[in-house]
């Protein structure tokens, strides 16, 4: 059985940092292709906030502008994103998922204050 933990959201100011962790268990992140993706308040749609490949070729939203970075540790079978000078405007829940398949956490609320 799939489980993807994500965790490491929180309340900060505008311009600091999180974060964020997603623990996987039934599957190795090292065989997949790994994504974060958000959703914002009042929003229906997941946006792409990064993904990594099985090589480690990372791909980021326009909107994330070199702020933040996807990296994995395959020995803890954990996926991270570093968020650095967050604005008001990332405020959402992030999601981790195994990219082009149905296997996706339940999600960390981030909210940044301005």
């Known amino acids: 059985q799939v489980r993807l933990v994500e965790s490491g959201g929180g309340l900060v100011q505008s311009g600091e940092s999180l974060r964020l962790s997603c623990v996987a268990s039934?599957?190795?992140?090292?065989?997949?292709?790994m994504a974060w993706y958000r959703q914002s308040p009042g929003t229906q749609r997941r946006f792409l906030v990064a993904a990594v490949t099985t090589d480690d070729t990372t791909t980021y939203g326009d909107f994330v502008e070199g702020r933040f970075t996807i990296s994995r540790d395959n020995s803890r079978n954990t996926l991270y994103l570093q968020l650095n000078s967050l604005k008001p405007e990332d405020t959402a829940v992030y999601y981790c998922?195994?990219?082009?398949?149905?296997?996706w956490g339940e999600g960390t609320q981030v909210t940044v204050s301005s």
């Open positions: 039934g599957v190795g992140i090292k065989d997949y292709a």
């Open positions: 998922a195994v990219r082009y398949s149905n296997f």
